[in-house]
């Protein structure tokens, strides 16, 4: 039981992260879409995190629950977007979606695999540098912090990237001996996921990046914990010991 990272960002000559990362999540690209695959994880964990993405979108902009595309008219920007896993959900839910990864192996996979279900995502290649001076209605960034090399410049280039009014979606294991464990002495060492995938000792708790958030003069909503059980799988719970959710906004 672990979290896979849905795609961090390489270093690029004034890059905020390390190009080390995105060789070795580039790598997966071909096995990207693969629910048995390398990123099984993510396709376990996609449920529960869309479902909280539905509720922070519906609460954040007064929608009633019941609309297919509560986020007709908006935009959307994906940080480390891998081959697409939350991509094509939010164009589903009626956003333009951008999409950015560092590894063009990823990106060109999600770009193949968003032509073949009839979506147009535009996808880019790089780090969240790539669209600096461009801004989002809604900004997400799921399990890519903790591979970053500076974690500061990094939440920086999210605030920057979000519009007036927007909000932002950031997901990450946190630093507990729960994790340490789970994610990396179980998970990748038996497999579940690829060995190397995480480095605990660049986990962020909760306060240190809701610190991070406010830094750059975004208000911080509830952090919502990611528990996994045998019998129910991954869901959101008040548990935030193996991995959390946070959403933030201008205001």
Not at 68 to 92: I, M, N, Q, Y
Not at 113 to 133: C, D, F
Not at 144 to 171: K, T
Request: glycine share 12%; proline share 5%; hydrophobic share 45%.
């Amino acid at each position: 039981m672990a979290l896979a990272s849905e795609a961090p960002l390489a270093q690029a000559a004034n890059g905020s992260v390390v190009a080390a990362e995105a060789a070795h999540f580039g790598k997966l690209a071909a096995d990207w879409w693969n629910p048995h695959g390398s990123s099984a994880m993510l396709h376990r964990l996609n449920p529960a995190r869309l479902g909280f993405l539905r509720q922070a979108i519906d609460a954040h902009w007064s929608g009633d629950g019941q609309s297919f595309t509560p986020l007709a008219g908006r935009t959307a920007l994906d940080v480390g977007c891998g081959a697409g896993l939350l991509a094509e959900p939010l164009a589903r839910l009626g956003a333009a979606v951008t999409g950015v990864d560092a590894a063009p192996e990823n990106v060109g996979a999600a770009r193949a695999h968003a032509e073949a279900q009839g979506l147009a995502i535009e996808y880019v290649a790089g780090g969240v540098e790539a669209v600096a001076g461009r801004q989002f209605d809604l900004v997400t960034s799921l399990e890519v912090i903790e591979h970053v090399a500076d974690p500061a410049g990094f939440v920086a280039g999210l605030a920057g990237a979000l519009a007036p009014g927007g909000l932002m979606v950031v997901s990450t294991p946190n630093r507990t001996p729960l994790s340490r464990l789970a994610m990396i002495t179980l998970a990748e060492g038996v497999g579940a996921i690829p060995r190397g995938t995480h480095d605990w000792d660049k986990f962020l708790t909760p306060d240190e990046l809701t610190a991070l958030l406010r830094a750059e003069g975004l208000t911080v909503g509830e952090v919502r914990g990611l528990s996994f059980t045998a019998s129910r799988g991954f869901s959101i719970s008040d548990d935030t010991r193996l991995d959390y959710l946070v959403t933030a906004w201008r205001g």
